[in-house]
Antibody, heavy 122, light 111 residues
Framework: EVQLLEAGGGLVQPGGSLRLSCAAS????????MTWVRQAPGKGLEWVSS????????SYADSVKGRFTISRDNSKNTLYVQMDSLRAEDTAVYYC???????????????WGQGTTVTVSS | QSVLTQPPSASETPGQRVTITCSGS????????VSWYQQVPGTAPRLLIY???QRPSGIPDRFSGSRSGTSASLAISGLQSEDEADYFC????????????FGGGTKLTVL
């Protein structure tokens, strides 16, 4: 069974940092692109960042560019996002999701994790 | 304000058919395929439709999708109470350096 399990969420002060992880199982992690999508309380889905299967190419939403860094360790079947200079508006449930092929363009996410909650507040 | 426009709400009675629209532009829906997701409150999104009109295994054929011009639609026939959820469309947008965009979501109420 394909599974994605996020971890690392919590309460952090504005300006602080947090690293989220997403452990993958049930599929060959190294052959699929991955992504982070977030959902602020009571709001819709917002794409955050994506990475190709090899990790050689990444893409970011303007709202997080320069503050968040997506990465992956294919030997550990794990996706990460390092979040720095956090703001109140980054408060959300963060989902990791996989794409159906090596590239993050054009074809939508097919499997989602259950999410981890990040709260940015003093 | 989402790049893709969906009606915020829809409602219909059990057994009936409902259609949810998703309006975009020439840089997204006009040239790329659309995915649809169902999200029951408090749970993760689930893929319902990919590549405009394809259903993943396990998704009932009551769910169907289509795309024309710069708009896409999700239709649900034979409505059931468990269909009550939020529905989101998503598509790759080729503008700027390229990025994913989501619709604002449609809350479906089964009356």
């Amino acid at each position: 069974e394909v599974q994605l399990l996020e971890a690392g969420g919590g309460l952090v002060q504005p300006g602080g940092s947090l690293r989220l992880s997403c452990a993958a199982s049930g599929f060959t992690f190294s052959t699929y692109a991955m992504t982070w999508v977030r959902q602020a309380p009571g709001k819709g889905l917002e794409w955050v960042s994506s990475i190709t299967a090899s990790g050689g190419s990444t893409s970011y939403a303007d709202s997080v560019k320069g503050r968040f860094t997506i990465s992956r360790d294919n030997s550990k079947n794990t996706l990460y996002v390092q979040m720095d200079s956090l703001r109140a508006e980054d408060t959300a449930v963060y989902y990791c999701a996989k794409f159906p092929n090596w590239n993050y363009k054009y074809q939508g996410m097919d499997v989602w994790g259950q999410g981890t909650t990040v709260t940015v507040s003093s | 304000q989402s790049v893709l426009t969906q009606p915020p709400s829809a409602s219909e009675t059990p057994g009936q058919r409902v259609t949810i629209t998703c309006s975009g532009s020439s840089s997204n829906i006009g040239i790329n395929t659309v995915s649809w997701y169902q999200q029951v409150p408090g749970t993760a999104p689930r893929l319902l439709i990919y590549s405009d009109d394809q259903r993943p295994s396990g998704i009932p054929d009551r769910f169907s999708g289509s795309r024309s011009g710069t708009s896409a639609s999700l239709a649900i026939s034979g409505l059931q109470s468990e269909d009550e959820a939020d529905y989101f469309c998503a598509v790759w947008d080729d503008s700027l350096n390229g990025h994913w965009v989501f619709g604002g979501g449609t809350k479906l109420t089964v009356l």
